[in-house]
C-alpha cells in the first residue's frame, strides 16, 4: 500500500524557515516521483516543487530560490526547506507521489497518492 506521511509544519514569522518531511511506505523513489503540494484558505490546491530519480528537481516560481526539496533513500523520507517565508505561503502542506516528474509533477491529474497534510502558518 502505497502511503505518504508528512510532519513538520507549524507556526512561523515571516522570514523565518521550516523543514517538512516526508516519510513514505510501500514503494521506492524509483517507483514514482515525489511532490509536496499546498492549499490556502479558500484556494485551490496548487503543485510546489517535485523530485524524481527521472526528473531531478522541479519548483513553481515563486518558491524557485526559497524552497529546496531533497530525498534520503536510506531514510525513505522527502524533505522541502522552507526559507525567507511569507504569508503567502501560509497553507496545508501536502506529500503525493505522482506518475511523472518535472513540471508534470505538479499537474494534480498525475497525483497517484496524498498524504494526509501537515499545516504551515507564516505569521507575526
Known amino acids: 500500500e502505497v502511503q505518504l506521511v508528512e510532519s513538520g509544519g507549524g507556526l512561523v514569522q515571516p522570514g523565518g524557515s521550516l523543514r517538512l518531511s516526508c516519510a513514505i511506505s510501500g514503494f521506492t523513489f524509483d517507483d514514482y516521483a515525489i511532490g509536496w503540494y499546498r492549499q490556502a484558505p479558500g484556494k485551490d490546491r496548487e503543485g510546489v516543487s517535485c523530485?524524481?530519480?527521472?526528473?531531478?528537481?522541479y519548483y513553481r516560481d515563486s518558491v524557485e530560490g526559497r524552497f529546496t526539496i531533497s530525498n534520503d533513500n536510506a531514510k525513505n523520507t522527502v524533505y522541502l526547506q522552507m526559507n525567507s517565508l511569507k504569508p503567502e505561503d501560509t497553507g496545508t502542506y501536502y506529500c503525493?507521489?505522482?506518475?511523472?516528474?518535472?513540471?508534470?509533477?505538479?499537474?494534480?491529474?498525475?497525483?497517484?497518492?496524498w498524504g494526509q497534510g501537515t499545516r504551515v502558518t507564516v505569521s507575526s
Open positions: 523530485i524524481s530519480s527521472s526528473d531531478g528537481t
Open positions: 503525493v507521489a505522482a506518475h511523472a516528474g518535472g513540471w508534470k509533477c505538479l499537474l494534480s491529474t498525475m497525483v497517484r497518492s
